[in-house]
């Protein structure tokens, strides 16, 4: 007899795979600049500084851009999972359905994994093969960097750059810290120059959103939601309600760290480059199954998360 599955079972495991997917955090999604690809790469041009208009006086002056290029290539990824084929002939009670369902959960931490593992090479490995422009920029973290004329630039900040970064715990920040913290990203953001000398971050800033390790989110959610926040000479009215968002990342391994992202503009601190949508395949062939035994279940997936502007990224570490 040939081995055939309940299709109506099969249906049911893939719909359960999706569900956690669909429900996962996805905070990468918060802080990308996102693009369908067409090819094995795609080529950015972030224009320089944007003339500013003037009083036409005696005609115009053409003024040219200055472009900043790079490329950024496709990468492909994929897991493959082999479950047992007996599983599927003795199955009464749903354990496929709820196997696949703990597969769709693992699959969708994964990206959340990947861009954790981004921001935190983000000190420590160059920011973009061949991009020209971001001139002595070693790290897409640096603690000094200049474009053009901007004059130098960090986004690898300290208390010895800040004063609000010396917290009383650095690994659990309270909501009057936090507000600290915040005030500081939103200055550094509004610092940052174009390659003419020239504010970048004038709309950018107005959205400043905080990756987090678990150990800050009292003190976030306090400091974004609290009417009142006590200080050390009494209860303050919170004029930062609102100010700003904040994700909680766990696989961040950093405890004493907060990354931010300067939202409110077109460019952002990161991109997500997507070429081919998550496929999942259950290979059912008979022939296939008899041979292994098992079911395969192959999931592939092609993108690339990479380093976008570091004007619009920046890192803060605390003591």
Known sequence: MIWRPDDLRVKGALAAFQEPIDAAPNVWQNHVMTTESTGEKETYTFAG???VPREMVDGRTVQGLI???????????EATWGINREYFEDDQTGQITRMFGEMGEA????KDYYFATSILEGSSVPPIAGADGWSALTTFFDTAFTVGESGTMDNLRTSTDDPQLAVTDSTMATASEFIGLAMAARKAFLG???DKARLFNTTASQRIRAVIPPGHERGAAEALQATFIAQSSGSQANVWKGMFEYDVLPYLTGTKVVYWSALGGIRKPYIHQGRDNLEVIVDLDPVHVAERNSVLVLCRERFRIEYGDPRRGLKQTLD
């Open 107 to 110: 699959f969708a931490n994964w």
């Open 49 to 51: 500084a944007v003339p």
């Open 192 to 194: 940052y120059k174009d």
């Open 67 to 77: 472009d900043h290029k790079f490329d950024v290539k496709n990468k492909t990824y």
